[in-house]
Nanobody, 122 residues
Framework: QVKLVESGGGSVQTGGSLRLSCTTS??????MAWFRQSPGKKREGVAT???????HYAESVEGRFTISKDTAKNILYLQMDSLKPEDTAMYYC??????????????????WGQGTQVAVSS
């Protein structure tokens, strides 16, 4: 069992930045990803990082968000720059084995955190 705990959410104005962190309970050699969900909308894949480091982003965040990981510290990050009101959502980190990289489909991820809220005001 893998426990994931997100942190770093908050409220910012348009154009601002936030860095989300996801701490894992133990070292995991899994595919990792960030998803987000707004009220009334489906959970949306934002970014994923392969076991060996390659990354993939949703078109809506390409060039603004950066996913990375510190394997030694068991932490996954999401650096979010140039934030827009439409980025407002609950953000979740996820981990999985056997993920057909690159994919942003939630179906392939086995473990999920509880989420951290991001609010971007205009």
């Amino acid at each position: 069992q893998v426990k994931l705990v997100e942190s770093g959410g908050g409220s910012v104005q348009t154009g601002g930045s936030l860095r989300l962190s996801c701490t894992t309970s133990r070292h995991v050699n899994y595919y990792m990803a960030w998803f987000r969900q707004s009220p009334g909308k489906k959970r949306e894949g934002v970014a994923t990082i392969d076991i060996d480091g390659p990354t993939h982003y949703a078109e809506s965040v390409e060039g603004r968000f950066t996913i990375s990981k510190d394997t030694a510290k068991n932490i996954l990050y999401l650096q979010m720059d140039s934030l827009k009101p439409e980025d407002t959502a609950m953000y979740y980190c996820a981990a999985g084995l056997g993920v057909p990289f690159p994919t942003l489909s939630a179906d392939y991820f086995d473990y999920w955190g509880q989420g951290t809220q991001v609010a971007v005001s205009s």
